[in-house]
Nanobody, 121 residues
């Protein structure tokens, strides 16, 4: 079992930055691929980015360059650095864990409760 808790969301102006944190508890954190998904009001959940190890990352094409994922296995933590934020980035952001690194949400069996990010214009 893996428990995930997100933090770091909030209200930011367009062009600003936020760093989200996902704290994981449970066994063998380093054995899991970690990912961030988001869901905007009225829209489907979408993949943002994922990471297995340092150089093994995956990004939604439209977000690469503005968003950066990293992980600290020693502290069971995953980060999402978001820069140059736009109003369309407004969404609830969720951390998820899986045994495979994929954009498909189905293999992610563990999910956090989410943290809200609101970007004002």
């Amino acid at each position: 079992q893996v428990q995930l808790v997100e933090s770091g969301g909030g209200l930011v102006q367009a062009g600003g930055s936020l760093r989200l944190t996902c704290a994981a508890s449970g066994r063998a954190f380093s054995n899991y691929a970690m990912a961030w998904f988001r869901r905007a009001p009225g829209k489907e959940r979408e993949f943002v980015t994922g990471i297995w190890s340092g150089d093994n990352t995956l990004y939604a094409g439209s977000l690469k360059g503005r968003f950066t994922i990293s992980r600290d296995n020693a502290n069971n933590t995953v980060y999402l650095q978001m820069n140059s934020l736009k109003p369309e980035d407004t969404a609830a952001y969720y951390c998820a864990a899986s045994t495979v690194l994929t954009m498909n949400p189905r293999p992610y069996h563990y999910w956090g409760q989410g943290t809200q990010v609101t970007v004002s214009s």
